[in-house]
């Protein structure tokens, strides 16, 4: 049975170090606990953790966030696809949205050339994850890596150790949710529940794969985040600020302590995770009038000195045509609201 279990799929993931972080078994757990259910497959060198969302009368939206394709023949493996199938019709998928991990430009397979393999699958027009993000090579020397910054954030970085902030790791949940909600409120983005922070804090931080991180003044938390790592990645994925003593800039130290803390894991770049999805000549020239939604985030991000990039459009395959219709339909009112 193609079909795995989850020490099975942990034990599959040891054979792929660089498989993307969303696609770990602690993933899937976390994903469980709020409203999914993870099913798991591994067809020989290839594999695949699709989430289930549960809709009205027995239907559900199968989503695989970023699978694992050791090479370009395991993309096109018919025996694979069938087995993907097979679990997304018995589980009543409408449709699986997949993100495939690989960025536009990098790719191991030519977008089209996937589409016209597998002629089920459609391009996508929407991603789950923030499609354009910006990544750092955080290989060399500290003193490379601060060469490489722009010249504010290198200056922000020493101002903020100059100014008394210190940073360390952290376990108070509960403040970091509060945190979130101030951050969320600020810069007009979803935060999760503190249950949701919490669970993923206690699958993530006891194997060394996440830390939460908080810089502080004189004992004050003023900004923390959640930082991951597998192999030779790292994502921030989770950050949080509050309104007081900024002028300290507690942030850029903190991004700075959270890259370190990579680099000693061995990550040898570090994702962003999610900046505007505009190409940079539009960002460029918006970014010092604009502080709404990711704006505001990408004039913070860009100063680390890493490479705009954006992933792979995702794809859909569709399995209920006419609700698949509705699902599009209902997606083009929201975006319009």
């Not at 199968?62 to 019709?89: L, M």
Request: hydrophobic content about 40%.
């Amino acid at each position: 049975m193609p079909e795995v279990n989850l020490p099975e799929w942990n034990r599959f993931l040891q054979t792929q170090p660089h498989a993307h972080v969303l696609q770990t078994g602690q993933w899937g757990e976390l994903k469980s606990a709020f409203g999914w259910d993870a099913v798991r497959l591994v067809v020989d060198e290839t594999g695949m953790q699709i989430l289930f969302r549960k809709l009205p009368f027995g239907f559900t939206v199968a989503y695989a966030p970023k699978p694992v394709f050791s090479n370009q023949s395991s993309v096109f493996s018919d025996q694979f696809w069938n087995e993907v199938d097979s679990i997304c019709k018995k589980n009543r998928a409408i449709f699986l949205k997949l993100e495939p991990d690989s960025w536009e430009a990098e790719s191991i397979f030519p977008l089209s050339s996937f589409i016209f393999h597998l002629s089920s699958f459609i391009l996508s027009p929407h991603n789950i994850q923030p499609p354009r993000s910006i990544v750092i090579d955080i290989r060399g020397t500290e003193e490379d890596l601060l060469a490489r910054m722009k010249q504010k954030t290198r200056y922000n970085i020493r101002l903020a150790e100059k100014k008394g902030i210190t940073v360390r790791a952290w376990d108070d949940i509960s403040a970091f949710h509060k945190m979130m909600l101030v951050t969320g409120g600020r810069d007009n983005f979803g935060v999760h529940s503190l249950e949701y922070y919490r669970r993923a804090y206690e699958l993530f931080q006891p194997s060394g794969t996440a830390e939460l991180l908080v810089a502080e003044f004189e004992g004050q938390p003023l900004a923390a985040l959640m930082v991951f790592a597998r192999g030779r990645r790292a994502w921030y994925v989770y950050g949080a600020s509050n309104d007081e003593e900024r002028n300290r800039m507690p942030t850029y130290l903190l991004q700075w302590e959270a890259i370190k803390w990579a680099r000693a894991k061995g990550a040898e770049e570090y994702d962003l995770w999610g900046v505007p999805d505009e190409d940079e000549a539009k960002l460029e020239a918006d970014f010092e009038r604009r502080g709404d939604g990711l704006w505001g985030v990408y004039r913070f991000k860009r100063g680390f000195g890493g490479e705009l990039r954006r992933a792979s459009q995702a794809l859909d395959r569709v399995y209920n045509p006419l609700l698949y219709k509705l699902y599009l339909w209902r997606m083009a009112g929201r975006e319009a609201e």
